[in-house]
């Protein structure tokens, strides 16, 4: 008798005859229970995102044990609500797709747990995804004609890189933050300006119109296409706390707009130097900041004189979902194995990993 692992590998082979594939996917990394179905990794049928953001904002951020545990109520009435409004039973899934990692490795065991059982119970394949790519994804499901190569920026709350997006399948590293992410930075700024969490937006809004007129510090890595967001994130902290301390006004649109510019500027100017370099007409934006409207109004002005088209997800496919999930989850099902039974949740993983 065969294992599950030989009768998925040989279920995937008819599948990439069919011409339509229908992927349930599901997405726990983080403070999003998310499931959603996906056709042929370009179509979404139906897209159901339960955020915890309301249940965190009391703790001023993401609190793992609390996301787990929101997680296990979420996750069986999403799956029916995604099947449901879609008109779909589980007879019409081909595929489940889910994230490994990166993430928190208590809620990402959520997502993957079940759908380990779904796969298990159903006879499917199981289609591990790195969360990271997901995000590049996004784009597949709002660009019906994106193909790669193209260089993607991806900047979340977890990552910050360039990425050479080779094929579906191939990613180079071009560059990544040493430290913390562009988005982590926004939300500790955001923190200390007594912004509620998730203070990237804020930041963002606080800083509309404001020019900006402080400057933090000396971008180190300029020469590279690395970051470093720490020092930055430091240089801001030590700023408000002096200026509290000496019981002087803080100016906080001020504040957000020049740390913004600053956060923002290091990484539009490797972009497109990444785009020269590697040869790319194409540049893809991936992941929550994607949804910064400095970020997009500058990289919309530097790819029109570059002569690089540009492509920025919508905003509900900037943050965590899982759309993005099965429609990457689609193209790895096109040309890799499909994943064991025996998976591990990953806290951290590479980008050529899952
Ligand atoms: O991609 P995402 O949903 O989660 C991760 O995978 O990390 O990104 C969330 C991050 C948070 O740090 C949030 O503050 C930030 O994206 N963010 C923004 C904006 N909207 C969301 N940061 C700056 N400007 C925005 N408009
Ligand atoms: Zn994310």
């Known amino acids: 008798m065969k294992t599950y692992f030989e009768r998925m590998k040989n279920?995937?082979?008819?599948?990439?005859?069919?011409?339509?594939?229908?992927?349930?996917?599901?997405?726990?990394?983080?403070?999003?229970?998310?499931?959603?179905?996906?056709?042929?990794?370009r179509k979404v049928v139906s897209n159901i995102i339960s955020s915890q953001i309301d249940i965190h904002r009391h703790f001023g951020g993401v609190v793992p044990e609390?996301?787990?545990r929101n997680h296990i109520l979420n996750i069986i009435p999403l799956i029916d609500q995604a099947l449901d409004s879609a008109k779909l039973t589980f007879d019409d899934i081909d595929a489940v797709a889910v994230t490994q990692g990166a993430g928190l490795v208590g809620a990402l065991l959520v997502g993957l747990t079940t759908a380990k059982a779904l796969c298990f119970a159903l006879d499917k394949p199981l289609i591990n995804?790195?969360?990271?790519?997901?995000?590049?994804?996004?784009?597949?499901?709002?660009?019906?004609?994106?193909?790669?190569?193209?260089?993607?920026?991806?900047?979340?709350?977890?990552?910050?890189a360039i990425v050479k997006v080779v094929d579906y399948v191939h990613f180079e590293l071009i560059g990544s933050t040493q430290d913390d992410a562009i988005g982590e930075a926004f939300d500790k700024v955001a923190r200390v300006l007594g912004l509620e969490y998730p203070g990237g937006v804020k930041v963002d809004r606080l800083a509309r119109g404001v020019e900006p007129k402080l400057k933090f510090i000396h971008d180190g890595l300029s020469d590279s296409y690395n970051v470093s967001y720490s020092g930055l994130k430091t240089a801001v902290i030590n700023y408000v706390h002096k200026l509290t301390q000496n019981g002087e006004p803080l100016d906080v649109k001020q504040i957000c707009a020049s740390f913004q510019h600053e956060a923002v500027d290091m990484l539009t100017s490797r972009v497109i130097r990444a785009c020269a370099e590697f040869n790319m007409d194409k540049l893809v934006l991936a992941g929550g900041v994607a949804a910064n409207s400095y970020l997009r109004e500058s990289l919309d002005k530097l790819c029109k004189t570059n002569k690089i088209q540009l492509f920025y997800p919508p905003i509900e496919f900037?943050?965590?979902?899982?759309?993005?999930?099965?429609?990457?989850?689609?193209?790895?099902?096109?040309?890799?194995?499909?994943?064991?039974?025996?998976?591990?949740?990953?806290?951290?993983?590479?980008?050529?990993?899952?």
Do not use: W
């Not at 995937?12 to 056709?39: F, G, N």
């Not at 995804?129 to 979340?156: D, M, Q, R, W």
């Not at 099902?333 to 591990?344: K, N």
């Open 129 to 160: 995804v790195n969360h990271i790519k997901g995000h590049i994804a996004a784009n597949f499901l709002a660009y019906p004609k994106l193909e790669p190569p193209f260089i993607c920026l991806i900047t979340s709350g977890g990552h910050t």
């Open 66 to 68: 609390v996301a787990s």
């Open 11 to 41: 279920l995937c082979e008819q599948l990439r005859k069919q011409k339509k594939v229908t992927i349930l996917a599901i997405e726990s990394s983080c403070d999003e229970t998310s499931v959603a179905i996906v056709v042929n990794g």
């Open 318 to 354: 900037c943050t965590d979902n899982a759309a993005m999930i099965g429609s990457i989850g689609y193209y790895q099902l096109l040309s890799c194995d499909p994943a064991d039974l025996d998976i591990s949740a990953l806290a951290s993983i590479d980008l050529n990993q899952a």
